[in-house]
């Protein structure tokens, strides 16, 4: 089945306490990406890569890290916890990029619930 | 700057009777995208349907069709025949630069029975 799995699905951890929510896709996409969704915010960006050894920032970066090591995960790594990072965050990829010519609809994990104390 | 703007808050709708979540959206790209998504209560992301700037027919996904004017910038998702497993929170996007999806803040659709 093709799927972005991610995990944990559920956490509760306390400041400062570093940790990594992993997410990995089996349908062979060149893009990923990394939201959090916040209430009567939407969902923003934090950061995307375009293929292997290529991420950059999306919107919200700060207190952040990613990387890409291999074509199918894309781990989320918070070095440093705070309470404003308790959020709902969700992985997606998508075949390619995409570009307005060409849109490519992206496909979300299921999402991972972080509270940070 | 590109802004997603979704103006209704909450929509109720009857079971089996048609509905309309508005979206609008602003951006000085001349090639883009607009998607819509649905949140269940379970809080998955489940793509819909999706437009091109430059499709001159609107998409259409079973159900669910875009009513895309691209004049007035605006994305509306017609949900056709609604069932009691519709209702959640519905999520524009426009598609900009490279794939990063712009989001409004959604529309949460409840269906009566």
């Known amino acids: 089945e093709a799927q972005v799995t991610q995990n944990p699905r559920y956490l509760i951890t306390v400041t400062g306490k570093k940790l990594t929510v992993t997410c990995s896709q089996n349908?062979?996409?060149?893009?990923m990406s990394w939201y959090r969704q916040d209430p009567g915010l939407g969902l923003r960006q934090i950061y995307y890569?375009?293929?292997?050894?290529?991420?950059d920032k999306g919107d919200v970066p700060e207190g952040y890290k990613v990387s890409r090591k291999e074509k199918r995960n894309f781990p989320l790594i918070l070095e440093s916890p705070s309470p404003n990072q308790t959020s709902l965050y969700f992985c997606?990829?998508?075949?390619?990029?995409?570009?307005?010519?060409?849109?490519?609809?992206?496909?979300f994990g299921d999402g991972t619930r972080l509270s940070i104390l | 700057a590109q802004k997603i703007t979704q103006t209704q808050p909450g929509m109720f709708v009857q079971e089996k009777e048609a509905v309309t979540l508005d979206c609008t959206y602003d951006?000085?790209?001349?090639?883009?995208?607009l998607f819509w998504y649905k949140q269940p209560s379970s809080g998955e992301m489940i793509f819909l349907i999706y437009?091109?700037?430059?499709?001159?027919q609107n998409a259409t996904e079973g159900r669910y069709s875009l009513n895309f004017q691209k004049a007035r910038k605006s994305a509306n998702l017609v949900i056709s025949a609604s069932q009691l497993g519709d209702s959640a929170m519905y999520f524009c996007?426009?598609?900009?630069?490279?794939?990063?999806?712009?989001f409004g803040t959604g529309t949460r659709l409840t269906v009566i029975p």
């Open positions: 890569s375009m293929n292997v050894e290529v991420t």
């Open positions: 437009q091109g700037s430059y499709d001159e």
């Open positions: 996007a426009l598609l900009s630069g490279a794939n990063n999806l712009f």
């Open positions: 349908m062979n996409h060149e893009y």
């Open positions: 951006t000085s790209d001349q090639s883009y995208g």
């Open positions: 997606a990829s998508s075949f390619s990029p995409g570009t307005g010519l060409f849109p490519q609809p992206q496909h």
